[in-house]
């Protein structure tokens, strides 16, 4: 299996453009999650989906994100517009089931200038 | 509120000490309970899991962790450090009576000194 798949792998774009990331989870996983990870906040959890619903999205910080998750195979994650406090590595990750471990993408380092 | 307490968020150890990196749940339900590595530039990667079998769990690269109920802990250690354990470990607690995402610890970083 490739594991978790997400893209790019780096962006770099300007405040107020529209970003959008994109994950691949693992077939046959049934949650997927995203992430965001900064050194002033840590990994915070921004929104999760269950069988391709969302669960959660208390962690999505304002309406300029948003996610979707079509099918079992693809998810995004979304900023628009972006601005500089969103810079941050973005990480999706998916799990089998709440006894099983996630497994994490390699994430996307998100810089907004 | 169900969480998770990683005591100390940087520890340092010399190449072939003992690894010690602590880590504790409040919970008033069995856990789940999994120890991740972050190395630089990389996503997170499970390291072990305890899921209510055995409470001395083995994982990668070394490490083990042992489930203590008294203490609600899940110290995770590894006999002799290599430089290549250098990374941040995070901790993280997930439960059948929540919706199925796990809390993580805020991360201790190591540090391996030759």
């Given at each position: 299996d490739a594991g978790v798949i997400q893209s790019p792998r780096h962006e770099v774009t300007e405040m107020g453009q529209e970003v959008t990331l994109r994950c691949k989870p693992i077939s046959g996983h049934d949650y997927l999650f995203w992430y965001r990870q900064t050194m002033m906040r840590g990994l915070e959890l921004l929104i999760y989906f269950n069988n391709n619903v969302p669960i959660d999205d208390s962690g999505m910080p304002e309406d300029r994100f948003s996610a979707k998750m079509?099918?079992?195979s693809f998810s995004t994650l979304k900023i628009q517009p972006s601005e500089p406090r969103d810079s941050a590595v973005y990480f999706c990750a998916s799990r089998a089931g709440r006894a099983y471990g996630y497994t994490f993408g390699s994430g996307t380092r998100l810089t907004v200038v | 509120a169900q969480s998770v307490t990683q005591l100390g968020s940087h520890v340092s150890v010399s190449e072939g000490a003992l690894v010690l990196l602590r880590c504790n749940y409040s919970s008033s339900v069995p856990p789940y309970l999994f120890w991740y590595v972050q190395y630089p530039n990389q996503g997170l990667q499970l390291l072990l899991k305890y899921?209510?079998?055995?409470?001395l769990v083995k994982g990668i690269n070394g490490f083990e962790a042992e489930f203590k109920k008294s203490e609600t802990s899940f110290h995770l250690t590894k006999p002799s450090a290599h430089m290549s354990d250098a990374a941040e470990y995070f901790c993280a607690v997930s439960y059948n009576?929540?919706?199925?995402k796990s809390t993580f610890g805020d991360g201790t970083t190591l540090t391996v000194k030759p």
């Open positions: 079509p099918n079992a | 899921t209510s079998a055995a409470t009576t929540n919706a199925g």
